[in-house]
């Protein structure tokens, strides 16, 4: 086994949504003199084990079934600061002589704070999320939502703590991306996320 495998997280930032216009950079002002209105522009960068990448990724060492891979994510502050909602996908890929292939997810129908991903070529690969992490998140259709409002500058809870495999050699192969998503806590606009109903309530019921 070759232990140097490593676990590699890359990091999406989706920007604001205002207005019904979703999953894109937007910084707009009016024409006129009068009226300007600059939107806040939010990023949700992710941060592991207390470091943010600067590249993005980042490379964890496991030691033998086990690595340590504490996930969070930040509302960053600027110019436009404004305080968001934060969520979060987990998305486990194999590498193989095929290519990238999907990992088969399946949340525990239990509650309970793990995620069990099939390797395509058998074996299992466990996310285990951070114990009690349902005080602060909340799971829809694959995503995290983290249910407090996070004010500029500040981050979210923990949501993953650390990932274990069945087999040592899986880490050849296994690949996790963390992508994040942020929107303004204003306005409603949580409601472009079109979260079931439950979700969102829970939701505003933090604000």
């Known amino acids: 086994m070759n232990k140097k495998g490593l676990i590699i997280s890359s990091v999406l930032v989706v920007i604001l ?105 058998g074996g299992t690969v466990t996310l285990n999320l951070i114990d009690g992490w349902g005080n602060y998140w909340i799971y829809d259709n694959g995503y995290f939502y983290f249910k407090p409002v996070v004010h500029p500058g500040k981050m979210t809870k923990i949501l993953l703590e650390d990932v274990t495999v069945s087999d040592p050699e899986l880490w050849n192969t296994f690949n996790l991306e963390v992508l994040s998503d942020s929107i303004q806590a204003e306005n409603n606009a949580v409601a472009e996320w079109k979260m079931v109903p439950e979700v969102e309530e829970q939701l505003e019921q933090y604000k």
Not at 29 to 42: A, D, Q, R
Not at 95 to 119: C, F, H, W
């Open 17 to 121: 949504v205002i207005a019904g216009t979703t999953l894109s950079l937007l910084t707009t002002k009016s024409e006129t003199k009068t009226n300007e209105f600059v939107p806040g522009v939010l990023t949700a960068p992710i941060w592991e084990n207390g470091k943010l990448a600067p590249d993005n990724t980042s490379s964890l060492i496991p030691t033998d079934k086990t690595v340590k891979k504490e996930v969070q994510a930040e509302n960053i502050s600027g110019p436009h600061e404004v305080d968001a909602y934060i969520r979060v996908m987990l998305v486990p890929t194999f590498r193989n002589e095929y290519g990238t292939l999907a990992g088969d997810v399946q949340l525990d129908p239990n509650g309970g704070n793990s995620i069990t991903v099939k390797a395509p070529d």
